[in-house]
């Protein structure tokens, strides 16, 4: 799905937003560890639209470096656990500004805590608090990825239609299911 950046100008910094067994919040450098190895896993790369595989030098330091720019178009926010003696980070979920009050949302969740509903935890508490102000969210999965489609369908989204988008680690066009749910805003 495409996007537009909104023309707003910079963005202000992150919020922070509790959930019952972590905080999602904004991106740190130290972050880059956990990130990295949670990324250079090929079936959550191959999960993901963004996640290259294998994992070249620098791409997560260069996400966290554009995540943090008081220019970003994408919000990011690491799933930190470690209030409940969870790992400091257990995956991310970002928004990207649209146009038109719209954002669409991404998330992904390391292979060792999938199955705990820690994504869908996760982008209910981000819908929840709707740092963007918007009236709709977009959202896609990979077909072959069932379980994404079952966090988006828990949080609300409705399905839209078949698509396809571009994956960096299988490099390659893969078919997509298109959600959008609209806020109460």
């Not at 929840?128 to 896609?140: D, K, L, V």
């Not at 609300?156 to 390659?172: K, Q, T, V």
């Amino acid at each position: 799905m495409s996007y537009l950046p909104s023309q707003t100008g910079p963005q202000t910094d992150q919020a922070t937003y509790p959930s019952d067994r972590f905080v999602l919040r904004p991106l740190r450098t130290s972050d880059t560890g956990l990130i990295s190895m949670y990324a250079a896993d090929p079936v959550l790369a191959r999960g993901t639209r963004s996640i290259p595989h294998p994992l070249p030098p620098g791409v997560i330091e260069a996400m966290i470096d554009r995540a943090q720019r008081p220019d970003r178009i994408e919000d990011v926010w690491a799933m930190d656990g470690s209030c409940a003696g969870h790992a400091e980070v257990l995956g991310l979920v970002s928004l990207v500004r649209m146009d038109r009050a719209q954002s669409e949302v991404f998330f992904w969740v390391a292979s060792a805590f999938w199955n705990v509903g820690f994504a869908t935890e996760a982008l209910r508490t981000l819908l929840t608090a709707n740092p963007h102000g918007a009236r709709q969210y977009f959202a896609e999965s990979f077909q072959d990825n069932p379980g994404s489609a079952r966090v988006l369908t828990n949080c609300g989204f409705d399905y839209l239609g078949d698509a396809e988008a571009f994956s960096l680690a299988r490099n390659a066009v893969v078919p997509t299911w298109t959600y959008m749910m609209k806020t109460g805003r």
